[in-house]
């Protein structure tokens, strides 16, 4: 859109005005609206992102080589380190992994390797993420130690994404999305080569995944006959099928060549490259294609993004930042199930960033890749206030009952002394982390009763105003240690709960049954008590030119004096010519028949009906709202549940088997499972300290 020729070409149509909608706009023009990074995060319109990094780490005196995976917890033994070193065999010495506790000596597991003396585990702590041994050396998940080449990390970061991409994935199958991982290599090359008559043959990253695939399928397949198991037993078995590099095609040859990159970009302008992995996009989403796993050479052309990509693994160095934000950008889009549905707020909740999670697996340390990748985040926000003082909030309009209301100097005194009485701002009047808090748990602070009415805008406006720590909820730690396993322990067998048990695990049919008529005049009495739609208005304010003035009045407008103010009504506005399906609107919006719409709307009382007319959206948008209580209320009323045949087992509690991060784990002595997870902060949310309470209390089970 802003190219030279399209904009002449605009000229042409002589139009009132011109919408450029883009991303990344090379000219900024007046900005009517702007979605960026931090308000799609927000909005929770895009997946959270965890990062695993890593960190290459020299002990002193020593290139023993080391990699800490992860801490291991489990509710019948203390944490465990899963641990890969070097042992020493007759022949050779190989890298393997093992999974040890406090006690162990590396000097003996190795096979006594000499540089593994004195390395013997002190302390395992699962909240920091680190082991310490007896010689004082303390490594931290993540990082890796010793004589490290660039292959070694690479496996490492295969490794990991596939780790990665299992511990989601049974979750997320049983939701009915398919989980996909994406890898980034810099030559086609290191995937995949060609023998001398020409067959394909794997190249070394290729090698590395079927190997470490394998040993992580092969931990991840039990007994059991559950759904799952027999999607990894059938179809994720052949470790040839699983994995696909999308790359482009000599033309000559029909070999997979390096893409051509854009002169001044890491991105291919090729589509030849990505022709299969875009023609067969709902293919590759469904459980029925194999393909889990996608390596690709560069960055995905602009415009390709999958939605159920989880995992990117940059298996290349990259000194552009930008080139980092668009590689984490083509998994950023919410995710689908098999019936293409989009897992958002609307359909899942507070649990849409649970179940949408893209995890990022870097070839950098934590730190410096979260760092750079909000610097650069930040670099393309928008202009965002950064203070929430009275100066801020002075002269802002809020809507209230959809009217626009203007905060003046007194109101926005009385909000500055609110967030200084609650901490909620610092000295600087910096937005604190105690309401941010308080804001996730639904705990803030009512305001004033003389503003309460205009809360729901004064909070939007205090969220608005910006800090660098706003970023930080944006990432997560992927090394954080989390517990994978939480089986029932001796509780549940108790007989208290088993007679509680016996008695709730039946399995029941809802039925809900309520007369359309019962409906129709709930909805009608409903709607002409609370139907309100705006009229047009106006305000006229003569004003005089103060004869003193500083740069904040003068930057928001307030350099005049409101000598007089009269705001009336439109009484002879235009009203729009476009026609509008009322009816139709209405059934849609609310899932009933036309007939039943256009009785409900044929008993509204005239003056209801005539608001229409005033605003046609806004009328449509609350007779929805309103019928909907209705309907909601009268399905509580109205509900019923029958018995029928069967009973819930005990895999119930058990079934879902997703990771989750010891930070909101509860170690609990009451309760049917060792660990019971919370929503929310940890120490601070309801829910946390209702599992407190009850594991505190004398009543509950014993």
Known sequence: MGGAVTQKALKNFNPLFTLNYSATHAVQHNTVYVLDALDA??????????????????????????????????????????????????????????????????????????????????????????????NGEVIQTGEVSGDVSESDMRRIQIRETILSHFEKEEKLFNMGIKSLSLFFIDEVAKYRQYDADGNEVLGEYGQMFEQEYLNVLNEYITVFDTPYQKYLKSTCSDVSAVHKGYFSIDKKTGHSIDSQLKRGSEFSDDISAYDLILKNKERLLSFEEPTRFIFSHSALREGWDNPNVFQICTLKH?????????????????????????????????????????????????KGFVANLQSDIKTVLYD????????????????????????????????????????????????????RTDVKMGTVAPLPEEIQPMAEGI??????????????????????T????????????????????????????????????????????????????????????????KAEMNEHEVGRGASFTGEKTRTQTLKHAQTSQIKY?????????????????????????????????????????????????????????????DQIEGEYDSTIFTAEKSAQTFDKAFRATKAIQDYVFTDGSAEKSIERRFVEDLDAAQEPLQ
């Open 459 to 480: 909070h939007t406006l205090i969220q608005s105003v910006y800090d660098d720590s706003v970023l930080k909820d944006m990432f997560t730690d992927g090394h954080e």
């Open 41 to 134: 995060f927000n909005k929770r319109l895009v997946k959270k992102i965890e990062v695993k990094g890593f960190e290459v780490k020299n002990f002193r005196g020593t290139d023993s080589y080391m990699f800490l995976e992860q801490i291991v917890l489990s509710s019948k033994k203390p944490p465990m380190a899963r641990i890969e070193l070097e042992i020493g065999y007759n022949k050779s010495i190989n890298r393997e992994t093992r999974v040890l506790g406090v006690g162990d000596d590396l000097y003996y597991v190795s096979q006594e390797m000499e540089q593994y003396k004195g390395y013997t585990i002190s302390d395992i702590d699962p909240f920091r993420g680190t082991v310490t041994f007896t």
């Open 482 to 545: 989390k517990v994978k396993d939480n089986p029932l322990n001796d509780n549940f067998a108790k007989a208290e709960f088993q007679a509680l048990w016996k008695q709730i695990n039946h399995k029941y049919a809802y039925t809900v049954e309520f007369d359309s008529d019962e409906l129709i005049r709930k909805s009608i009495d409903h709607i002409n008590e609370k139907l309100f739609v705006s009229e047009l208005q106006y305000t006229t304010t003569i004003g005089r030119q």
């Open 318 to 366: 990259s000194d552009s930042q930008t080139a980092k934000r668009q590689e984490v950008g083509r998994g950023l889009r919410l995710c689908v199930n098999q019936h293409g549905n989009r897992m958002d707020a609307e359909s899942c909740g507070d649990s849409v960033h649970d179940i949408n999670m893209l995890t990022v697996i870097a070839s950098e340390s934590y």
């Open 384 to 435: 965002r206030p950064t203070t929430a003082s009275s100066e801020y909030f002075n002269g802002k309009y809020v809507k209230v009952d959809g009217t626009p209301i203007l905060i003046d100097k007194n109101a926005a005194d009385t909000i500055e002394f609110y967030l200084i009485s609650n901490g909620y701002v610092d000295m600087k009047r910096k937005v604190t982390d105690k309401y």
């Open 581 to 641: 399906d009322l009816i139709g609107k209405v059934a849609e919006g609310t899932v009933l028949t036309r007939k039943t719409v256009a009785t409900i709307l044929k008993g509204l009382r005239a003056d209801k009906l005539y608001m229409f007319k005033n605003n046609p959206e806004e009328f449509i948008s609350k007779v929805i709202k309103l019928i909907k209580e209705q309907k909601a209320t009268m399905i509580v009323e109205h509900i019923s549940y």
